[in-house]
């Protein structure tokens, strides 16, 4: 399909349009930080955001989820009430597109998971190629980014003036007929640019790092002593597994009251000590080095044992936010 | 021993576990020092030596106090803080600003120590209000707006020295008070009760806002309570080991308004 091109105008214009309908999902200003949020107003969104604190995946996996609500006495069972209106999910960047693959892996299967599908069918990705990746970023080293995200229904390129949009699957392809008035043809300059820009971008990344045999190699360091050592500054504290964007492991839950009852679940983390612990008291990891290598076993090589695919997208996001600068990319060329 | 390396990106340090003289060179001292090492002391039997800020030795201190850190078993290597910087990790824009709880910092060099490693900082790169007992932010922030961004990580919990229980009624897993299923997190529950616990104990050291992945400003709110504890019982945490802690006071010494 040939490139097409939206001005910065037509942007506007477009995203005015889709947040009056209260469709659209963007990045916007948040403190010091950004975040995704439903837009009330066009001027809110931040497209020239580096990257979210939460990842965009909370538009698929909310933080916490009703999954029914049941009457006490009489044992009924009710959906949860839910909308079936279609969002955009405006300015993904390549990395966390690319984790909607992932989840997408896990969650949406041959036992599909019904909340997770139920969203993912409504939702376009408009992916955002990176101009500024963060010293932090690393998607270079397992293929999911700069440019092009793998969960991208149609990408958008900045480049002079505008963006270079390429429709990569029929929901992307649909959007762009939906809305074809705020985008043309992209001319020959324009294209060239954004080859020329891919480039750039491309030659900025440079983490040095690999994937490639690296979840067999992984799956072999479980006795190693060196994790012993490397775990010894983490405090537990679950923030890399809450801003990470493939990770989908959750808490179940009830809420009573009175004779009304509801069953939530959530996000949890597997650096937390009550994770895995079980009923009667038995837990399967019951030292932090057990759950602090078994976070980077997941990503690194049982994910990719069982679903061909890596549940690390480099992100960086765990890298800049662990309190106790714990870095994944370390783990990695350890072992790669 | 237990100090500060560089980490592995600008701009940042993090705890480092030395174990043989040569690996002395890894250690930094700067702006970037944030976490609190007295964290690491929960829980040692060994004899371990720690490199601490004023505010971490203040932590130390309400340890000692509070039976978990036995002080024969700690080497305290107190250099003067330079001050950190605020969320060295959310990045964010603009310049590195000084840390907020750093402006109203109780002094830059810890109680207690068995090294005291007098630093003289470049003036121009130090830090502006330190021991400034006013610098506090009331008015300027929306309590109820910051904890709806709150996602309830328990980072907080989990970076402050302070937190040993092994039980806690925040995690949610208790079912009583708490859900940790629940988002925004219940008013007042969970931030309040999280700050009552800080009366009397926090000495603003900042590790749990320095690791609020959302950078939610917590050091300003429990230090609001400690305000409180000043004025009401005359305690401040960790500035007096021979001071009897609140917690143990037969009575108030002060009047209670």
């Known amino acids: 399909m040939k490139p097409n091109y939206i001005s910065e105008d037509s942007l506007a214009r477009l995203v005015e349009e889709l947040s009056s309908k209260g469709q659209l999902v963007a990045p916007v200003r948040e403190g010091r930080s950004f975040e995704f949020a439903r837009i009330k107003r066009g001027e809110q969104v931040c497209l020239t955001y580096t990257t979210s604190t939460i990842p965009p995946k909370s538009a698929l996996l909310p933080q916490v989820e009703e999954l029914f609500s049941y009457d006490v006495k009489s044992g009924e069972v009710r959906p949860p009430e839910e909308g079936d209106e279609r969002l955009v999910l405006l300015g993904v960047r390549p990395c966390d597109s690319s984790a909607f693959s992932v989840l997408d892996r896990v969650m949406g299967r041959d036992r599909a998971d019904p909340y997770y599908m139920r969203r993912r069918d409504r939702i376009t990705v408009v992916g955002l190629s990176c101009s500024q990746p963060r010293e932090t970023c690393f998607c270079d080293a397992f293929g999911t980014g700069p440019i092009d995200g793998s969960g991208d229904d149609i990408t958008f390129t900045k480049v002079n003036g505008g963006y270079v949009v390429r429709s990569k699957t029929a929901k992307g392809a649909r959007f762009a007929r939906a809305h074809s008035k705020h985008f043309r043809a992209a001319t020959k300059k324009e294209v060239d640019e954004f080859e020329s820009r891919s480039r750039e971008i491309k030659a900025m990344l440079a983490s040095g790092i690999t994937s490639e045999g690296l979840a067999d190699r992984m799956g072999k360091s479980l006795e190693d002593p060196c994790w012993e050592e490397a775990s010894e500054r983490c405090i537990e504290c679950g923030v890399c597994s809450f801003v990470c964007p493939t990770c989908y492991c959750f808490d179940v839950t009830e809420q009573v009251e009175g004779d009304s009852g509801k069953r939530y679940r959530g996000w949890d983390t597997c650096q937390s000590c009550r994770f895995s612990r079980m009923a009667g008291g038995l837990d399967p990891r019951p030292t932090k080095v057990d759950r602090f290598k078994h976070r980077f076993h997941h990503k690194l090589s049982y994910v990719p044992m069982a679903f061909n695919v890596m549940a690390c997208v480099g992100c960086g996001r765990c890298v800049s936010l662990c309190p106790t600068n714990v870095d994944i990319r370390e783990a990695i060329s350890k072992w790669q | ?257």
């Open chain 2, 1 to 257: 021993m237990i100090g500060y390396e560089d980490g592995s990106t600008s701009h940042r340090t993090r705890p480092c576990f030395v174990r043989s003289p040569e690996d002395t060179t890894r250690l930094v001292w700067n702006q970037y020092c944030s976490a609190n090492l007295a964290k690491y002391l929960l829980g040692r039997k060994e004899t371990v030596g720690v490199v601490a800020k004023g505010c971490d030795g203040r932590s130390i201190v309400e340890l000692i106090k509070e039976n978990q850190v036995d002080r024969s078993k700690v080497v305290i290597i107190a250099p003067t803080c330079p001050g950190v910087v605020q969320n060295p990790g959310l990045g964010g824009e603009g310049p590195e600003q000084l840390a907020s709880y750093c402006e109203r910092c109780r002094g830059r060099n810890s109680p207690i120590f068995d090294f005291e490693i007098a630093v003289r900082w470049d003036p121009e790169k130090e830090s502006g209000g330190v021991g400034d007992k006013t610098a506090y932010h009331r008015e300027a922030i929306d309590w109820a707006s910051e904890f709806q961004r709150c996602i309830k990580c328990l980072a907080c919990i989990k970076s402050c020295p302070l937190c040993y229980c092994t039980e806690c009624e925040l995690d949610g897993s208790l079912q009583s008070l708490v859900s940790k299923l629940r988002i925004p997190a219940e008013l007042p529950t969970f931030h309040l009760v999280r700050a009552m616990h800080m009366a009397g104990r926090c000495t603003d050291c900042g590790a749990c806002e320095a690791a609020c992945p959302v950078g939610l400003p917590l050091a300003e709110l429990y230090s609001q309570v400690n305000k409180e504890v000043e004025r009401l019982l005359g305690y401040v945490p960790g500035l007096d080991i021979q001071a009897t802690a609140p917690i143990e006071l037969p009575k108030p010494r002060g009047e209670v308004e």
